[in-house]
């Protein structure tokens, strides 16, 4: 039987009326599949299943893990420490159950310099220094992730590396050490190293050599003289499991160079394990890297791999057209002109599909395994455990952005791994079989296949071009078969199952993956039970074309045993006959389905009791975000204060950490680097390091622990910063007292900035305001980095005198209070309770984080204090992305709502806000918003020559409070992403809806809306 659903049943319906189904254009994108929309034949013989039974390593599918890398994990043991329910769910959701969604994890070694997002802190930031791994969230992810899974893969590759490494004698120090400090530590060895840098032309003699080393090695850890007691290994389990170590090279981006250096080399074959490099699936020019998993039993892996580039909860949202040119999109016949001839052109919706979208996400596993054996994908970041709007963000399956509140939100890429991974048992054999116990599946090149076109991104899929991909247990007993529709098509697929397999004839469950339909959450459809698929016929194929079915008969019952009278004889030669079951597949239009043999309580997807799913229900694993629950950062409201940190943590509560079999309970700070230096809260360091460390004055302080000598090469330049705190407050008193420590040459600066909503990749003067004081006096109050005041030594003795206050004392080893208040349009900077420069913004940025900044130098803070400003909203309760147009909870509970000509369209850049971005087409397009508060600010890029009107309530909206005499509202200029491009503040403590309407034909773009607290 076929399974269809109630929409393509409908199509049919209506092609039985004589409606013409080319004019139809359902809501959902569903077009008939047509004579351009071939079925596709799939084989699955038994040969191809034995074939790569014999394959160890090429073939076998590893699965897929976390990066953790690029401050990418920085706010993770927030979670862990405010929120360990959340955190312990999130580790078993990836990495639980009898087959996980996640199996690796890959961290990278740094240097405490930007490599994108932010730095990776040094392990070893001195040659003597002993490894502080402590400090690395990655390698903590890596030791819990072990409380679920034992089997865990853990990986290493390196960035730019701390000062004191010039050789690779120092490279192989590093490495070795913190290998070696990881175990002791935490009890897991490391699976598998490039010694290589990231992302650079491989260097296959120096990779071959350190693997050569490794397996040689009787030194162990190298200590610092004769009676260092961690010199040499600590055990025989310690030696032995450090030689089993796997070498990979060479983690190039897009197609790897090193294919024929590597084929070509005996020696290269025999020392390097596996072959890696990212955002790309192609093979070479010469096949190598299909070469490399087919004839030389080689893995080869996508080591950085695209996840969504979107909130998939809202990106059904959309109206792109990504190629279909499938109809009139929202609000076409409302509008005129160009406006209207351009919104014609935009589909009414690619539901989770389209570009940079979840299936795209699966299509680029089928390619890469099809074009060139990956067999594994690591994704960077898998958790997006850092402030947001920063350098790739929305990049991610899983954002953590505020671990004050909890809150986390899974994305429907997630689903997409389950499809694969909850359908197969995925690792390594020798090492995830458990002794053959739990054997490992292979991916079957001849019944996989993938002809949609692109690489980075693979996005040629809006034809219908089928995408496929089949795994086997090696004794042909199971399989499952991955197909992934990114089109508005539907497609058919017949699957023929070669009869000698035990699994021929066996019935199918299909599960599904697609958007919500409306009154559903949004992810009702995730890894939805779609039915069971008994098979259609059994057929004799023969000749040359094993996809022609020479005779063929329509099976009457669900078993093999009924397909056939007697037991089938079945030729094992090319071009002999064979007989196999054959099932049809029906695939809905942006979706994707696995089909399995295997029953519901042998996968993941029965209940905990065995009991099987219905059919419409989900069995993703995947916690779900309810509407309304991300809290914002206001910690003591009764007394005003958003936020306050004095860095000692005398009251954090102690932390578990799973170390070795065991969970144990360490201290606070202890867990998160001790006093060699430990992770501050609610921090996301973007360049340098910011450290909690022990203080004789004030017992401890966070300190700037990078100097100039430390200084190494990074990505991104830029001095050391780091942001804190929640990216909705608004308006605020920032205060921090500050100490800069001796020093010589010219003197530091400290930086202490507001309302910052990233937005770009150099860091340094990402703040819209912000002053740099330097330890002579000298001092800056800047917008976005430019030059708005300035002053020095004198000015603020001056002000502290006309004050009667405590003057700025210079220089090394004292401590100065620094603040500065954005209230409304105005800024203003104070030293030690005195006000010294104010700046008013005629166009002003409205929201956003702190930050703290210094030169390479050290300096200490202590007693930081974010406070309420009275009079003054103090945030937004929500900061809303454009394409939320509905309720996570109920996709029929409209959020905000628009009319008239716009286009919503996902997959825009990173700053902007979960890459999506709505403008308008014309005039006449309005967007509406009930919410409760005192105003609300919208953001986007604008060219200031926009005009809006606005009612509140049904009445119209003039303006604020000096009111304005004109009929319509300006739009302010705004060069950048999440910047505040339009205001309507001073409305009455309530609930409020407010519609905003274009007034002219020029465009109106919307990327957030924040509404005002009361």
């Known amino acids: 039987m076929t399974i269809k659903t109630q929409e393509t049943d409908k199509l049919a319906d209506d092609q039985t009326k004589g409606v013409d189904p080319k004019a139809i254009q359902p809501k959902d994108g569903v077009r008939p599949a047509g004579d351009d929309q071939p079925t596709v034949d799939v084989l699955l013989a038994k040969r191809d299943v034995d074939k790569a039974a014999a394959n160890r390593n090429g073939l076998t599918y590893k699965g897929f893990g976390v990066l953790s890398g690029n401050a990418t994990s920085s706010l993770l043991m927030d979670y862990k420490a405010e929120h360990p329910d959340v955190y312990w769910k999130l580790v078993e959701t990836l990495f639980g159950g009898d087959r996980p969604m996640m199996n690796t994890v890959k961290v990278e070694m740094g240097n405490d310099r930007n490599n994108s997002t932010g730095p990776n802190v040094a392990t070893m930031r001195d040659r003597d220094e002993y490894p502080a791994v402590t400090r690395e969230p990655g390698f903590q992810l890596a030791a819990d992730a072990r409380r679920y899974n034992p089997r865990l893969h853990v990986s290493i590759l390196r960035w730019h590396a701390p000062t004191w490494v010039r050789t690779n004698d120092d490279v192989y120090r590093w490495y070795k050490n913190t290998i070696l400090a990881a175990y002791r530590e935490y009890g897991f060895m490391v699976d598998s190293v490039n010694p290589d840098v990231n992302e650079r032309t491989a260097d296959l003699d120096w990779v071959s050599e350190f693997s050569r080393r490794v397996k040689a090695d009787e030194t162990g850890f190298e200590g610092n003289g004769p009676d260092d007691p961690n010199a040499g290994f600590a055990s025989e389990r310690e030696r032995e499991l450090f030689h089993r170590i796997k070498t990979i090279t060479s983690d190039e981006e897009v197609t790897g160079t090193f294919g024929d250096d590597m084929v070509g080399n005996a020696e290269y074959l025999r020392s390097i394990d596996v072959a890696s490099y990212h955002y790309s699936v192609e093979d070479d020019p010469h096949g190598n890297f299909t070469r490399l998993a087919d004839e030389f039993d080689k893995e080869v892996w996508n080591s950085e791999a695209q996840a969504t580039f979107s909130c998939s909860a809202d990106r059904p949202n959309n109206t792109n057209d990504d190629g279909t040119e499938a109809g009139a999109g929202v609000g076409a016949e409302a509008g005129t002109g ?9 589909y009414a919706g690619t539901g989770i599909g389209g570009q940079n979208g979840p299936l795209e996400m699966a299509n680029t596993l089928v390619k890469g395994f099809v074009e060139s054996r990956r067999t594994c994908a690591l994704y960077q970041p898998a958790i997006g455990s850092f402030y947001e709007n920063m350098e790739y963000s929305y990049k991610e399956l899983i954002s953590a952005r505020d671990p004050w509140s909890g809150w986390m939100y899974y994305d429907a890429g997630c689903a997409v791994l389950e499809h694969f991974a909850r359908f197969a048992n995925l690792g390594w054999v020798g090492v995830d079989d458990e002794d053959g116990r739990r054997p490992i599946w292979r991916a079957i090149p001849a019944a996989s296949g993938c002809e949609v076109g692109g690489n980075n991104p693979v996005n040629g899929a809006r034809h219908g071009e089928p995408s496929y991909l089949t795994l086997a247990a090696p004794d042909g007993s199971d399989f499952s078969a991955v197909i992934v529709n990114d089109s508005a098509y539907e497609k058919h697929y017949r699957f023929a199952v070669d009869a000698a397999l035990a699994a021929a004839g066996r019935p199918l469950t ?17 890894l939805a039970k779609r039915g069971v698929l008994q098979p259609a016929r059994y057929a004799v194929r023969g000749g040359e074309d094993a996809s022609a079915a020479t005779q063929a008969t329509h099976a009457p019952h669900a078993t093999m045993e009924s397909a056939f009278d007697a037991e089938p004889t079945v030729g094992g030669a090319d071009g002999e006959a064979r007989e196999t079951v054959e099932y049809d597949i029906t695939v809905a239009p942006w979706s994707m389905i696995t089909a399995t043999t295997l029953a519901d309580n042998e996968s993941a997807g029965s209940a905990s009791d065995g009991t099987a799913v219905a ?6 694993r995947l916690p779900r975000a309810a509407e309304h629950t991300r809290a914002v950062l206001d910690q003591d409201p009764e007394r005003g204060v958003l936020y306050a940190d004095d860095f000692r943590y005398e009251d954090a509560p102690d932390v578990q950490v799973f170390k070795g079999d065991a969970l144990v309970t360490e201290p606070y700070l202890a867990s998160r680097g001790g006093d060699a230096g430990a992770t501050p809260r609610y921090t996301t360091d973007t360049n340098g390091a910011f450290e909690v460390v022990p203080d004789p004055e004030r017992g401890r302080v966070l300190r700037q622990q990078i100097d100039w000598p430390h200084a190494g090469n990074a990505w991104i330049e830029g001095d050391p910063r ?14 921090v007292d500050v100490r800069f420590e001796p020093y010589e040459g010219r003197a530091p600066y400290v930086l202490l900035g507001a309302r910052e909503m990233a937005g770009g990749k150099f860091t340094t003067d990402i703040c819209a305001y912000d002053v740099k004081l330097r330890a002579d006096g000298v001092y800056l109050l800047r917008r976005f ?7 020095h030594l004198e000015d603020l003795r001056k002000r502290a005198k006309a004050a009667l206050a405590r003057a700025f004392e210079p220089g090394a080893d004292v401590w100065n209070t620094v603040s500065l208040e954005v209230a409304g349009d105005t800024v203003t900077f104070a030293v030690n309770g005195v006000d010294i420069a104010s700046w008013r913004d005629e166009h002003p940025q409205s929201a956003g984080r702190i ?4 030169s390479f130098n050290h300096v200490r803070f202590s007693n930081l204090r974010v406070e309420r400003i009275p009079g003054f909203a103090p945030y937004y309760s929500e900061l809303i992305d454009d394409l939320h147009t509905v309720s996570w909870d109920d996709t029929a509970t409209p959020r905000l709502s628009y009319a008239g000509p716009w286009i919503h369209e996902t997959g825009k850049g990173m700053y902007d806000y979960n890459r999506t971005t709505t403008t308008s087409l014309g005039a006449g397009a309005s967007v509406s918003l009930t919410f409760d508060g005192v105003g609300l600010d919208v953001f986007g890029r604008s060219d200031g020559k926009a005009r809006l009107t606005a009612t509140v309530d049904g009445e119209p909206w003039n303006g604020d409070a000096e009111g304005n005499t004109s009929a319509t509202l300006p739009v302010m200029p705004a060069d950048g992403s999440l910047r505040c491009e339009f205001q309507l503040h001073g409305l009455t403590p309530g609930r409020h809806t407010v519609t905003l ?10 990327d957030a809306i924040g509404t005002l607290h009361e």
């Open 851 to 854: 930050n703290l900044g210094t």
């Open 338 to 346: 160009t406006g209207a001839d351009d919104a014609a052109k935009h």
């Open 510 to 526: 299909v599960w599904e993956t697609r958007a919500a339909e409306s009154g559903e959450p949004y992810d009702a459809r995730w």
């Open 615 to 620: 059919v419409g229900e989900s069995a993703s």
């Open 785 to 791: 980095g430019d030059e708005k005041r300035r002053g």
């Open 997 to 1006: 309407a274009t007034a002219t034909d020029h465009p109106f773009l919307i």
């Open 722 to 735: 780091t942001a804190i705190g929640d990216m909705r407050w608004t308006n605020y008193r920032v205060s």
